[in-house]
């Protein structure tokens, strides 16, 4: 018998669906009113002996995993997780490494700390002040479970420290620090806490703003076994039902912009924690709506913001299984050439933050989300603000710059709009635009010098550039590269720039290399990199090499769930679950790069 045989014989489907839909009997089976549309008369049918339902109304359809996939918003593998455990039936050895244990460890330390934190608030008059100035009222800091860390260095060291946490694992979680001269403090200090949590609730990190003008204003918890900023957005525990009732998210930077949001009624708005948006944030929004609307100012910055955005999206999620939702049943269907989400921009007015513009007028921000345009219209008329379209070299640029995003549109009479719409705005002939365009081919490139530094990379780009830089400047460190592999490098350059490093016999290497890798040789070389001192370089090679084996196991995890999805969309679920089972050869790969023990 295979698991969902097990899980289907153990827990029945009525009691399951019947904990969200009052369900009637009907006969043999049950029916009520349909939970995913509205619904009058009772449509929504569940059939026991088959462990299904259907809705005659809305053509939803589905088996009991569909159902809690569907209506909590999970993936296959937390849907098939969560009902196993509920039967009682194993996925997989119940053996735990020492990595899950201090996985565990830290996100119990995480979550008496905001604990902590919320008790602390309820205590300091300031920092009460000065949530109530920026508007918020007390159901909604009680709902993002915001607090106070308090000035006192150790306050939360001696709290959890009575707990049981020791100084060792609260460094780890990312909630203390090490002083040079010795001792460990709290990381957090004098600060409003914001709890981050995933989409679980769990909370897996924290971020600080300062009471008064110290310095930095926002801090945030660092990169842990259990967090890390890009992969994380703010709110999406909370905006996950508003998102698949709304169709779309809405994408926001700051935590006030986020928390003002939901209070004033705008529950599908979620932050990605002050940055651009990365690829694995968007493969969370892609599981709940296929649309994603930007909120930005109409500033370069936002500009700027926004074209790194969509390279991302177009980028990361074109080609991909695309999960959806049909008549309320979450199908997957595979998009050749076209990103799984629909992009578009929400325009506020020039020096107005979401924040500042939901509290001065609500109308005036659902009036922007209405009227939000497609990006490529966005990014076409921001064209002449970019670019001096008085003369041929800035036509050039900027039919360079937007022709990659043209012919990564699909659908041909999409494109042949927006090939006419663009070379309307730059004042040049569609034809050489089309030529431009079918030059490039469908693949969004960056165009810089090859020896400019990236200063939009993702944060796996960086920490492989700076390993680079670290070897080239140290040339001692080949001693610790042993275990290095390429395939620790995600990106194509660096990988191969790492190829030539380790295969160099003398010092005239770069020099042989060809002109553009050996310029942006010499520039990484010539860069300055925090940390790169002599007696700290070991350290820090140490430390980006750690990021980048996690980074490697997230890849390979990112293909083991597209597997998943694949085997999911044809049906095979024995053959999704040999593969959500082939996790436990990923973990005892993870501990045989870190030289961690197997457990048990």
């Not at 589905?62 to 909590?72: A, E, I, K, P, Q």
């Not at 707990?163 to 409003?192: C, P, Q, S, T």
């Not at 003002?260 to 694995?280: D, R, S, Y």
């Amino acid at each position: 018998m295979g698991v969902l045989d097990e899980i289907k014989s153990r827990i029945d489907i009525a009691d399951l669906i019947g904990r969200e839909v009052e369900l009637r009997r009907a006969g043999r089976l049950y029916k009520g009113l349909c939970p995913f549309h509205p619904d009058r008369n009772p449509s929504f049918f569940v059939y026991p002996d088959q462990w299904t339902y259907h809705c005659f109304g809305c053509g939803a359809h589905g088996s009991g995993l569909d159902f809690v996939m569907n209506r909590r918003g999970l993936s296959f593998a937390e849907a098939l997780a969560l009902l196993a455990r509920e039967a009682g039936v194993e996925l997989r050895p119940a053996r735990r490494s020492e990595e899950a244990a201090e996985t565990d460890r830290i996100l119990a330390a995480n979550q008496l700390a905001a604990e902590f934190y919320q008790a602390m608030l309820r205590e300091h008059r300031p920092a009460r002040a000065y949530l109530s100035g920026r508007g918020l009222d007390l159901p909604t800091v009680q709902a993002f479970g915001l607090g106070y860390a308090p000035a006192d260095g150790t306050a939360l060291l001696d709290r959890l420290a009575g707990a049981g946490f020791d100084a060792d694992l609260l460094v780890a979680a990312g909630l203390a620090v090490r002083r040079e001269g010795g001792g460990v403090v709290d990381r957090f200090r004098d600060r409003v806490m914001f709890p981050i949590r995933d989409g679980r609730g769990r909370v897996v990190g924290f971020g600080g703003r300062v009471l008064g003008d110290g310095e930095p204003k926002y801090l945030n918890t660092p990169d842990t076994p259990v967090f890390k900023k890009g992969e994380v957005l703010f709110g999406l525990d909370l905006a996950r039902g508003g998102i698949r009732e709304a169709g779309a998210a809405v994408i926001v930077e700051g935590y006030f912009d986020v928390i003002t949001a939901h209070q004033f009624g705008f529950k599908n708005v979620v932050g990605t924690l002050g940055t651009a948006i990365t690829p694995a944030q968007a493969r969370l929004l892609r599981d709940y709506c296929e649309t994603v609307i930007f909120c930005l100012d109409a500033d370069p910055a936002g500009q700027a913001a926004t074209r790194r955005a969509l390279d991302l999206l177009w980028r990361d999620l074109a080609d991909r299984v695309v999960p959806v939702f049909e008549g309320g049943r979450r199908v997957r269907v595979s998009v050749r050439g076209a990103p799984g989400l629909t992009v578009r921009v929400a325009i506020l007015p020039a020096g107005k933050d979401p924040d500042e513009a939901i509290r001065q007028d609500p109308d005036l921000f659902r009036r922007a989300l209405a009227d939000a345009r497609p990006v490529l219209d966005f990014l076409i008329e921001m064209l002449p603000q970019r670019f001096d379209l008085r003369f041929a070299e800035g036509k050039s640029a900027a039919a360079r710059d937007i022709a990659p995003l043209l012919g990564a549109v699909p659908d041909p009479v999409v494109r042949g709009h927006y090939l006419q719409a663009a070379a309307r705005t730059l004042g040049v002939a569609e034809a050489d635009l089309r030529s431009l365009v079918a030059g490039e081919g469908s693949r969004p490139r960056r165009d810089r010098p090859a020896g400019a530094a990236e200063t939009d990379l993702d944060p796996d780009s960086r920490k492989e550039e700076e390993l680079l830089a670290l070897l080239l400047k140290h040339p001692e460190l080949k001693a610790l590269a042993d275990d290095l592999k390429p395939d620790h490098f995600g990106r194509e350059r660096t990988r191969l720039l790492f190829i030539a490093w380790r295969e160099a016999e003398d010092g005239g290497w770069v020099d042989a290399l060809p002109p553009d890798l050996a310029e942006y040789c010499r520039e990484l070389a010539d860069r300055p990199l925090p940390g790169d001192e002599p007696e700290r370089a070991a350290e820090s090679f140490r430390d980006r090499v750690r990021l980048l084996e996690a980074a490697r196991l997230r890849r390979a995890q990112e293909l083991r769930d597209l597997a998943i999805a694949e085997a999911e969309a044809a049906g095979d679920l024995e053959g999704a679950m040999r593969l959500l089972e082939a996790g436990s050869e990923l973990a005892r790969e993870r501990q045989r790069i870190l030289g961690l023990k197997p457990a048990g």
